[in-house]
C-alpha cells in the first residue's frame, strides 16, 4: 500500500485496498493464475480514515511513535498479528486530544485489554504448573518438536482441550491462541481429559 505518501485523514483501508486490487487485476495476477485481493475483519472500519489506525502522515512519511514496551517496531507494517488491537487503542489514545474524553476511554479500553491479555497469560502458567510442577510447567508449555514432526500428535485432542480451556477460562482471542502450542504440548504429555478440565477449572478460579 501507499499509505506512507497519502493523506491518511482522508484515505481509508477500504480505499487502500479498491487501488491494490485494481493494480492486481492490471498486472494480470488473477483468480487462477497467483495472488488475488481480498478483505477480511470488520468492513465496518474500512471507511475509518488510514490516520485513526497509523497517524498522521509526516513529512518525512515517519510513523508516529508508539511505546516501545508494547510492540518491537514503531511500523503499524510490521505489527504481530496478535497484537493489532492493542496497537489499534494505543495510536488511538496516543492521537487523542489531552484531557478529552475519548482520551479517557481510549485509556480504560487500553487497561482492559492489556489485564486481559496478562490474566490469559497467567493461566495458562498456572495450568501448567498444576499438571507438570512449578518446575516443570513452563518448560513443558513451551517446549517446541525437531523439524518435521507434527504440532501435535492427535489434533481431535487438541480440538477438545482447547474447548475444555475455553469452557473453564474463557474463549481465546487472537492474543489467547498463541497458547495453543502449549494446549498441544499437553495433549502430546499423554495428559486425560478429565485431568484437563479439572486443572483448566483449578488454574482459572484461583
Not at 486481559?116 to 517446541?144: I, T, W, Y
Request: hydrophobic fraction near 30%.
Amino acid at each position: 500500500m501507499n499509505s506512507d505518501v497519502q493523506d491518511r485523514k482522508t484515505n481509508s483501508v477500504h480505499r487502500q485496498y479498491s487501488r491494490v486490487a485494481k493494480r492486481t487485476a492490471a498486472n494480470l495476477t488473477y483468480y487462477n493464475y497467483g495472488s488475488h485481493v481480498q478483505e477480511y475483519g470488520d468492513k465496518v472500519v474500512s471507511f475509518d480514515p488510514l490516520a485513526t489506525y497509523m497517524g498522521e502522515t509526516s513529512k518525512n512519511h515517519s510513523h508516529d511513535s508508539v511505546d516501545a514496551k508494547s510492540f518491537s517496531t514503531s511500523s503499524s507494517r510490521n505489527v504481530d498479528q496478535r497484537s493489532t488491537e492493542l496497537f489499534y487503542l494505543l495510536t488511538k489514545h496516543n492521537n487523542a486530544p489531552e484531557g478529552s474524553d475519548e482520551k479517557y476511554k481510549a485509556h480504560v479500553k487500553l487497561n482492559e485489554v492489556m489485564s486481559k491479555r496478562s490474566q490469559v497469560d497467567s493461566n495458562v502458567k498456572h495450568l501448567g504448573e498444576l499438571l507438570f510442577g512449578v518446575e516443570k510447567g513452563n518448560e513443558v508449555l513451551h517446549s517446541v518438536r525437531p523439524a518435521g514432526q507434527p504440532l501435535v500428535d492427535s489434533w481431535d485432542c487438541l480440538k477438545s482441550y482447547v474447548k475444555i480451556f475455553e469452557v473453564e477460562c474463557g474463549r481465546l482471542t487472537a492474543y489467547g491462541r498463541k497458547h495453543v502450542r502449549g494446549i498441544a504440548n499437553i495433549c502430546n504429555a499423554g495428559i486425560t481429559s478429565g485431568k484437563m478440565a479439572a486443572m483448566s477449572a483449578q488454574a482459572c478460579s484461583s
